[in-house]
């Protein structure tokens, strides 16, 4: 196969795999209507059999770090950088969600004195799966937009990043704090109990919502279809995800739960 024939078919495989990760966002909405991801709190009977939760998460986000380097080279990404830097930040912020996502959150589940629920290998690989896709969309997304990336950078492209890498940084640090605050008073009162303070205030899972605000910042920075195609995706995961919460804190503590606490969008939704 010659070069240029090589380069059509990768840049088809791409654009496929593109298409794909938008189609997933309305098709995920309309399946998480009528069930939820049997895992976390959510869990419950009849999927199957099931691992581990620390092994899930590890196992089924390590594409996101193994994948990318596969795809996009460290060499030519370096190279990038050099001619650009902002080329750099979108790997590195993605790099540094995962990381936390794939080894960090899953030692912190070790860590629990009770070992949180199974995890169904059907819902793991799906997870598996979807970033497969999203780490071969992404890293390939990033050689082709590091390369029309123009040197020196533009003052636009300087402020949203500048923007994005505060978004992402501001909505890292509320989904570790939650996810942190949710695990101890888990614990603390051997089983589940209502959160409250800082976010737990406004949302039901200030978790999600600082996820995605995280990808909102990593769109900014990327600034490009596969980026805003993962958050769109994220959202469409996430946010009815979050409703099913609220409504599993409803049922179980009742009136003792503040009914105007929002799912994950503060004072909207």
Request: hydrophobic share 50%.
């Amino acid at each position: 196969m010659s070069g240029h024939t090589a380069a059509a078919c990768d840049d088809a495989i791409f654009s496929r795999c593109l298409l794909a990760l938008y189609i997933l966002s309305p098709v995920t909405v309309f399946l998480l209507r009528f069930l939820s991801a049997p895992y976390g709190k959510l869990s419950r009977p009849g999927w199957g059999p099931a691992m581990p939760a620390p092994t899930a998460w590890c196992l089924m986000e390590s594409p996101t770090l193994w994948l990318p380097p596969l795809v996009s080279p460290l060499p030519l990404l370096l190279a990038s950088a050099a001619a650009s830097p902002l080329a750099a930040l979108a790997p590195a912020l993605f790099a540094l969600h995962y990381l936390q996502r794939t080894f960090l959150h899953p030692l912190r589940l070790l860590q629990l004195r009770r070992a949180p629920a199974p995890f169904p290998f059907f819902v793991a690989a799906c997870g598996f799966g979807f970033n497969i896709l999203n780490a071969y969309v992404q890293a390939r997304s990033w050689s082709l937009h590091s390369a029309a990336q123009p040197a020196p950078a533009s003052p636009f492209a300087l402020a949203r990043c500048l923007v994005g890498v505060a978004l992402f940084a501001w909505g890292m640090r509320v989904n570790i704090a939650a996810d942190k605050h949710l695990l101890r008073l888990k614990e603390a009162g051997g089983g589940y109990r209502i959160p409250r303070g800082g976010w737990f205030d406004a949302v039901t899972c200030p978790n999600y919502f600082g996820e995605i605000v995280e990808w909102l910042g990593y769109c900014l920075v990327a600034w490009s279809p596969a980026a805003w195609g993962f958050f769109l995706y994220t959202c469409a995961n996430l946010v009815p995800r979050a409703r099913d919460h609220r409504h599993w804190y409803l049922n179980k503590f009742g009136a003792e739960y503040p009914a105007k606490r929002k799912a994950v969008i503060p004072y909207i939704y």
